[in-house]
């Protein structure tokens, strides 16, 4: 247990136990990154409003914020674990939903999951069906006289049109949540 932090310095504790910069908190928040560095110097506070947001983006309540308390649990400064959908309130004991935007960082690692087993899927997906019209090869004759062969001929000619469509998306999905996940870990 530590000392009760100004407000100031409880701004500064918790978005840097978050692994947010100042221009990562500004973003969020909507404000200029000398907004931050302010609060965090103690030479402005934020309005109420912003409080209220602030608050929210942090992950902590109002009272933590603003109330003087002999003590300050070391947890809530700096979290030994990530982020996560709940945590307990630090005056009353109660669990309360935590912003997303606090959870950025093992959001960003969600993302970037999320779009390698996609893209993975859908590549997958794509390469067993040129696989199997290797395998079994169509030649297939339209209404018009068009001749389809390869990829696209078995895929009409087995009817797999929708998972054809399906699987083109998640390779093209994968890499667009992959990019998505690698910018915001640089901003």
Known sequence: MRKSLQLYGKIQARRKALGLSQEELAQRMGVSRQ???????????????????????????????????ADVPDALAE???????????????????????????????????????????????????WIYSELFPVQLVDGRGGVHTGLWGYVLARDVKALFWAALAAVAAGPVLITCSLRRGRE
């Open 79 to 129: 979290p030994a674990e990530p982020v996560s959908a709940e945590s307990v309130s630090e005056d009353k004991g109660e669990k309360v939903p935590v912003s997303p935007a606090s959870m950025s960082a093992a959001a960003r690692h969600i993302v970037l999951a999320a779009g390698v087993l996609i893209f993975l899927i859908g590549a997958g997906g794509l390469l067993t069906m």
């Open 35 to 69: 907004s931050v560095t302010k609060w965090e110097t103690g030479l402005s506070a934020p309005d109420l409003d912003r409080l209220v947001e602030l608050a929210d983006t942090l992950g902590v309540s109002l009272d933590y914020l603003l109330r003087e308390q």
